[in-house]
């Protein structure tokens, strides 16, 4: 009898392994947004949440925090080994040095991943009954937005995506410095042969272009999205492209002509650059965050925000039903729900919170309106992963202000500061305060007890986790 009972126990023991194991699951989650968008300070901000400050207090909203199941998060060795390991501890240092001045962490321009293993407790029914605890291994998968603006171009030929990068080169702001580049292309004899120096030179007369307007305009829709940053692709021949006058390219490309040199470039820049990271990657993300500095946009003007507007849109085409049978079988995507986040709202008074949300969700749902989603959940919020300012309200000529108080960047001084209100939905161009808009941005700032705080970063995580973790 004994026997049998401890057979039974055993195989008790086994079968409950065996669920326990069937019960650990896997998200992908990708972070994503233009350089300087915040996914650095995101990704930072969520690990330490998650692994030392993980308690109800720092994440009320957060249902797996709030109803005390959370047991323990980890950072564990990576699946992915050709991905580059995203550096939490120096960005943890920089953030909460134990000495001198916090600084914000040096961004990365490359794909970068951490992998953490979140132990809980299981609410609910079966998994309540024979499994005390359950693991999420969460993968987090940090890949430049410039990268994702490139998808498009799979369906693309050379011809088609010269004609919609072409016209855009004449039209404001990117006019005001597209003069040489335009100048060198019409010196260009498409059809004599190929001549290696000659492309190189207007190649990187294009690449000085693009990122002089990434700096300058903060424009989001420059391709090829790697001549931004190159990495390694620095000079190699499939990065020598540059879009060239539609009516320009006749039906009998010459062979060995310069003409045929570009498409062949651009043909090699889709299957070699941007199909892998389709193929590797972006196929198998399951949750997906967008972060999006709108504010720096309002900084900016009326046609970055509005390039902004365009390019969530061309996003979200992708993962629409209703668009062209090419994405749809391509973007069969896994992804299953997209945060849009309007980062750094902590650059703004705690009561303009809800006008950056209805901004951003008024740029997303401007073109997106008559999309239809299969399956897809789209989300809009206003966040902060890191606050660097703390509300402060003062009282001018009986008038309450509601300011906020912080170190601006490369300043000394510390500030207290009423900063503007930003407009609750996209603004026509003649609708544009006519000074435009100046937000400030403030570096972070210290803490005693080595704890961040956030603007909603718990509503982020529940959104992108909480039914994972029930
Ligand atoms: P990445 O290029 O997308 O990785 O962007 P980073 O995470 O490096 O952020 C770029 C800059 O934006 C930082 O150096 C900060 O100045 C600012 N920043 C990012 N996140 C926040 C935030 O949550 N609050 C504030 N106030 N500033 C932020």
Redesign the pocket.
């Known amino acids: 009898q004994s026997f049998a009972k401890k057979t039974f126990k055993s195989v008790k023991g086994k079968a409950q392994k065996a669920l326990h194991r069937s019960l650990d699951q896997h998200v992908k989650l990708a972070v994503t947004?233009?350089?300087?968008?915040?996914?650095?300070?995101?990704?930072?901000?969520l690990v330490k949440h998650l692994t030392s400050q993980a308690n109800d207090n720092n994440l009320p909203f957060f249902d797996v925090m709030r109803e005390h199941r959370h047991i323990a998060t980890k950072i564990v060795p990576q699946e992915a080994l050709n991905v580059p390991t995203f550096d939490y501890n120096r960005a943890i240092s920089a953030l909460l040095p134990s000495e001198g001045d916090p600084a914000?962490?040096?961004?990365?321009?490359r794909i970068n991943t951490l992998r953490l293993a979140i132990k809980y407790q299981s609410n609910a029914g079966l998994r309540g009954h024979f499994s005390p605890q359950s693991t999420l291994y969460l993968d987090i998968i940090?890949y430049?937005?410039e990268w994702l603006l490139d998808l498009p171009m799979l369906a693309q030929s050379f011809e088609q995506w010269c004609e919609q990068q072409y016209p855009l080169l004449s039209q404001t702001p990117r006019d005001q410095s597209s003069a040489e580049f335009l100048q060198s292309i019409e010196l260009l004899d498409l059809d004599a042969p190929v001549d290696e120096n000659a492309l190189a030179d207007i190649a990187r007369c294009y690449q000085t272009m693009l990122v002089g307007l990434k700096k300058d305009t903060k424009l989001a829709m420059l391709q090829p999205g790697r001549m931004l940053m190159p990495g390694d692709l620095q000079g190699a021949p499939l990065l020598l492209f540059f879009p060239i006058s539609p009516e320009k390219i006749s039906d009998d490309v010459v062979a060995g002509s310069n003409l045929a040199h570009l498409i062949k470039r651009f043909d090699a820049y889709v299957k070699e650059v941007v199909k892998p990271f389709y193929n590797e990657h972006f196929r198998h993300f399951d949750r997906q965050i967008v972060?999006v500095?709108v504010l720096s946009a309002l900084n900016e003007g009326y046609e970055t925000l509005a390039e902004q507007s365009r390019v969530i849109n061309q996003l979200l085409s992708h993962f629409s039903y209703g668009d062209s049978g090419f994405f749809k079988r391509l973007f069969k995507p896994n992804i299953d729900k997209i945060l849009f986040a309007a980062?750094?709202?902590?650059?703004i008074s705690a009561k303009h919170h809800k006008d950056l949300a209805l901004l951003l969700d008024s740029l997303v749902k401007e073109q997106s309106n008559h999309l239809k989603f299969d399956g897809v959940k789209i989300e809009t919020l206003a966040?902060?992963?890191?606050?660097?300012?703390v509300s402060r309200q003062v009282v001018d000529k009986g008038q309450t202000l509601d300011c906020i108080y912080?170190k601006p960047?490369n300043e000394q001084q510390w500030l207290t500061y009423l900063p503007p209100q930003p407009p609750s939905r996209m603004l026509k161009k003649s609708e544009w305060p006519a000074h435009g808009f100046e937000f400030l941005?403030?570096?972070?700032m210290p803490s005693p007890d080595q704890q961040l705080k956030?603007?909603r970063l718990d509503h982020v995580m529940q959104y992108l986790l909480g039914d994972k973790l029930t």
């Open positions: 947004g233009l350089s300087g968008s915040g996914k650095t300070a995101f990704i930072s901000a914000w962490p040096a961004s990365t321009e940090d430049p937005g972060l500095d980062n750094k709202s902590d650059h966040m902060s992963s890191i606050a660097a300012t912080g960047l941005s403030f570096a972070p956030h603007i």
